[in-house]
Nanobody, 121 residues
Framework: QVQLVESGGGSVQPGGSLRLSCAASGSIFLINAMDWYRQAPGKERELVATISNEGTTNYAGSVKGRFTISRDNAKNTVTLQMNSLKPEDTAVYYC???????????????WGKGTLVTVSS
């Protein structure tokens, strides 16, 4: 059973920083992309940042220059460093991974349960 567990959410004032982490555990053969999504109240879930197995990254325009995604393939973890946080960054942040549990098994999508980030003065 594969699990993704996020940590590091919380409350911060505008301009502050938070660091989110996500650890994938279970029978994992290969992780392809690892992403962070977020969903604000009343809005659809949106992609925040993605990182490939080779380390190629992409960001939503609203967070580019403020957020940094990184991963440790040996530990099956992905991290989102969030700086210069704004009230509009308030949302539940979800970890996502596309991975395979065996060499002859198709890749599947897995999601964490989410961690709440609140940016408010």
């Amino acid at each position: 059973q594969v699990q993704l567990v996020e940590s590091g959410g919380g409350s911060v004032q505008p301009g502050g920083s938070l660091r989110l982490s996500c650890a994938a555990s279970g029978s994992i053969f290969l992780i392809n992309a690892m992403d962070w999504y977020r969903q604000a109240p009343g809005k659809e879930r949106e992609l925040v940042a993605t990182i490939s197995n080779e380390g190629t990254t992409n960001y939503a325009g609203s967070v580019k220059g403020r957020f940094t995604i990184s991963r440790d393939n040996a530990k099956n973890t992905v991290t989102l460093q969030m700086n210069s946080l704004k009230p509009e960054d308030t949302a539940v942040y979800y970890c996502y991974a596309n991975l395979r549990v065996g060499p002859f098994v198709s890749s599947r999508d897995y999601w964490g349960k989410g961690t709440l980030v609140t940016v408010s003065s």
